[in-house]
């Protein structure tokens, strides 16, 4: 087998946009982008600062939004730096470090997910064992169980790619260096490769998705037998906010990667990934801000503190 890696740099194929509408696209881009990275900051800030929010749900959502901060700035600054300067070359190195932390931190959001599910069943299935059930140092193990697997998972499909060789073809049908694109330029043999992806990668997202739906289910028959309205309105805002996450984040990644399309990079896959990539970042703190009482109520005392010096 040939190891030797012959082009150095790979061409980024971009977004489907005509020409004329890539400043309007640009600024929407950027706009989005901003509002990713000031929304997580504001979410991870506030729990770092406001004690009633030192909890374990809280302490997910911390390092979920700062998962989200992470895997968006993956991507976007090289996608706006791309379409500001009309050069889509990233070096072969460049290549696969973005691949690796964009499988890292997308396999993170898988992890913590699970994990918040499982806080939520906890809390509203089994609360009198809650506090000791959801110890600190359970908390913290469960991240860094997330922290580990994501890097395990990465690191072996970057040293996959990176045995392989690429030829003549250059261009990445996408818009970043997803490891699909990637396998489709290869000139040597990727048989490993794609058993490895379907050996993991298949059941890194359909076994956390259906861990998810058995809690959820378990949520609601535990609810169920509750009479009173109030209690089961304030667990369904509480849960709402996860769910929704849940299901923008999933049911992209779903319809992108296990419902394939047959052409290489259409209009239709390149919205997909950018909802996962952007959208569904952008929009966690929203979600999470609008439907917490609790956020919302540690936005405003943040605010009211400020003001008052």
Not at 201 to 212: A, D, E, M, R, T
Request: charged share 10%; glycine share 2%.
């Amino acid at each position: 087998m040939n190891n030797n890696t012959i082009i150095t740099q790979f061409l980024l194929l971009g977004l489907p946009i005509p020409s004329k509408h890539q400043h309007l696209f640009y600024s929407l881009f950027l706009a989005m982008y901003l509002t990713t990275v000031l929304g997580n900051l504001i979410i991870i800030f506030l729990i770092l600062l406001d004690f009633h929010l030192h909890t374990p749900m809280y302490f997910f959502l911390s390092n979920l939004s700062f998962s989200d901060l992470c895997f968006s700035s993956v991507t976007m600054p090289k996608l706006l730096l791309n379409m500001q300067n009309q050069d889509t070359s990233i070096t072969y190195a460049g290549c696969l470090t973005q691949m690796y932390f964009f499988d890292l931190f997308a396999d993170l959001e898988v992890f913590l997910l699970v994990v918040m599910a499982y806080d939520r069943y906890v809390a509203i299935c089994l609360p009198l064992h809650y506090t000791s059930i959801m110890s600190p140092r359970l908390c913290v193990c469960l991240v860094l169980l997330s922290w580990v697997f994501s890097m395990l998972n990465s690191t072996l499909y970057t040293l996959l790619l990176a045995r392989l060789s690429f030829c003549k073809d250059n261009v990445v049908r996408h818009f970043f260096c997803d490891i699909s694109a990637l396998l489709k330029l290869a000139c040597s043999d990727i048989y490993i490769n794609e058993l490895m992806i379907f050996i993991l990668g298949g059941p890194l997202v359909v076994i956390p998705f259906l861990l998810i739906v058995v809690s959820y289910v378990r949520i609601v028959f535990s609810i169920l037998k509750v009479s009173s309205t109030r209690v089961i309105h304030k667990v369904f805002s509480t849960c709402g906010s996860h769910l929704s996450v849940v299901s923008l984040f999933y049911g992209t990644i779903i319809g992108l990667y296990l419902c394939p399309s047959p052409n290489n990079f259409t209009v239709k896959k390149a919205s997909m990934a950018m909802m996962y990539t952007v959208v569904t970042p952008m929009l966690n703190p929203f979600i999470y801000s609008l439907r917490n009482r609790d956020i919302k109520e540690a936005l405003i005392k943040v605010i009211t503190k400020k003001i008052s010096l």
